[in-house]
């Protein structure tokens, strides 16, 4: 079967660092995706993880262990406009479907 | 400035008539996707393509079909509409190989 489990929600304080785990069990996997998604708007794409490691990009970093089937999105100096859900997703191998999680709902308070 | 746009961004129809959603994308992008999004649900798969006259079945794929008739477009059909289809859906495409997926602006639809 293929399950991906992030939280729900998280809330965090402005100008603070926010982690958000992601874990994943799937039939193949040539990938790792997080996507933003602001309240009514398409997903757009943050960062892409095929090897074991940290990418970092800007404020936000994306770690990948295969061995463990894990991930976090790590966001630094948090700002109102981070409030958002993000999209853990998972490319399976044998094609090239995309499979995502639930998302997690990330509220940033002043 | 390419881009991939969804037609119509709203619509409401009754259970029972048949839909069409429109997705076209003018990046030259083989791959395309179909996904609808309910609360609690995330993204789930319905219908998805690799080129012209390929079409695949997703993980949600009763009550939907797809044709690929050209590279730019992936419309996706509801035969008979059903309350259960009343959700947002997304198109998405993406280059050959692993790649990100550019998403359309998504349709929201209701079905009374």
């Known amino acids: 079967g293929q399950n991906i489990d992030q939280p729900t929600e998280m809330t965090a304080t402005e100008g603070a660092i926010v982690q958000i785990n992601c874990t994943y069990q799937t039939s193949g996997f040539n990938g790792l995706f997080w996507y933003q998604q602001h309240a009514g708007e398409a997903p757009t794409f943050l960062s892409y993880?095929?090897?074991?490691g940290l990418e970092e990009k800007g404020r936000f970093s994306s770690f990948l262990s295969r061995s463990k089937g894990y991930s976090y999105l790590l966001l630094k100096e948090l700002q109102m406009k981070d409030s958002a859900s993000y999209l853990c997703?998972?490319?399976?191998?044998?094609?090239?479907?995309?499979?995502f999680g639930a998302g997690t709902r990330l509220f940033v308070k002043a | 400035d390419a881009e991939i746009t969804q037609s119509p961004r709203h619509k409401i129809t009754e259970t029972g008539r048949q839909v069409t959603l429109a997705c076209h994308q003018t990046w030259n992008h083989n791959n395309m996707f179909w996904y609808r999004q309910d609360l609690g649900h995330g993204l789930r798969l319905i219908h998805y393509?690799?080129?012209?006259?390929?079409?695949n079945k997703g993980e949600v794929s009763d009550g939907y079909s797809v044709s690929r008739s050209n590279t730019e477009d992936l419309p996706l059909t509801l035969e008979s509409a059903a309350s259960s289809q009343t959700s947002v859906y997304f198109c998405?495409?993406?280059?050959?190989?692993?790649?990100?997926?550019?998403f359309g602006q998504g349709t929201r639809l209701t079905v009374v």
């Open positions: 997703a998972v490319l399976n191998t044998g094609g090239f479907k995309t499979i």
């Open positions: 998405a495409s993406s280059e050959e190989g692993a790649a990100e997926a550019f």
């Open positions: 993880n095929v090897l074991d």
């Open positions: 393509s690799y080129g012209v006259q390929d079409t």
